[in-house]
């Protein structure tokens, strides 16, 4: 069974940052499709950056480029994600995510089998 643990969520003042941690285990996750989600209260789960850790290959979301960076540590099974010059819009439940297939597009939920239970954040102005 593959589980995601995220961590790192806080509150911050805007420009701010923040790194959270998604914390994997139960499976070698050398060849998976990891991603970042996060989910604003009323609104859909929206994809934010994906990494391929077999290749270190990276997406992001045009919402969150130059300002976000993820990244896969492969010796700890932990992936990060980096968040600068945060805003109150930036404020949501953050999700990490896993696949070893992505079928679809990377930035959709449906794409990924495996779900953190999310961390918040809270940026506020």
């Known amino acids: 069974q593959v589980r995601l643990v995220e961590s790192g969520g806080g509150s911050v003042q805007a420009g701010g940052s923040l790194r959270l941690a998604c914390t994997a285990s139960g499976s070698r996750y050398s060849q998976f499709h990891m991603a970042w989600f996060r989910q604003a209260a009323g609104k859909e789960r929206e994809g934010l950056a994906t990494?391929?850790?077999?290749?270190?290959?990276?997406n992001y979301a045009d919402s969150v480029k130059g300002r976000f960076t993820i990244s896969h540590d492969n010796a700890q099974n932990t992936l990060y994600l980096q968040m600068n010059d945060l805003k109150p819009e930036d404020t949501a439940m953050y999700y990490c995510?896993?696949?070893?297939?992505?079928?679809?597009?990377?930035?959709?939920?449906?794409?990924?089998?495996?779900w953190g239970q999310g961390t918040q954040v809270t940026v506020s102005s």
């Open positions: 990494i391929f850790t077999l290749r270190g290959t990276t």
């Open positions: 995510a896993a696949t070893q297939v992505v079928r679809g597009s990377w930035s959709s939920e449906g794409s990924y089998n495996y």
